[in-house]
Nanobody, 124 residues
């Protein structure tokens, strides 16, 4: 069974840093696209960072220069390093992956999975 398990959220003061982790469990063949989204109260979920297996990485304008998405293919994990945090970064952060996996003799391609979400609060 495939699961995305997040960790690393919490409370931090403005200007501080946090590192979110997303570990993908199951019989994974490949992680094609990895992404982080966030949803603040009363707002729609928005894309924060996107990493494609070919190497392309994109960030929301609001986080460019402050956030970094990275991956560890050997561990089937990816991360979001968040620096210079601002109160407006407060949200529930979700990891998302498009992946291929095996289930017995079957190979499933381009399946979309979400993590459970982790709360990030930036406040003094």
């Amino acid at each position: 069974q495939v699961q995305l398990v997040e960790s690393g959220g919490g409370l931090v003061q403005p200007g501080g840093s946090l590192r979110l982790a997303c570990v993908v469990t199951g019989k994974i063949f490949s992680l094609n696209t990895m992404a982080w989204y966030r949803q603040a109260p009363g707002k729609e979920r928005e894309l924060v960072a996107l990493s494609v297996s070919g190497g392309d990485i994109n960030y929301a304008d609001s986080v460019k220069g402050r956030f970094t998405i990275s991956r560890d293919n050997a561990e089937n994990a990816f991360y979001l390093q968040m620096n210079s945090l601002k109160p407006e970064d407060t949200a529930v952060y979700y990891c998302n992956a498009d992946l291929d996996y095996y289930d017995g003799p079957y190979h499933y391609r381009n399946q979309d999975y979400w993590g459970q979400g982790t709360q990030v609060n930036v406040s003094s």
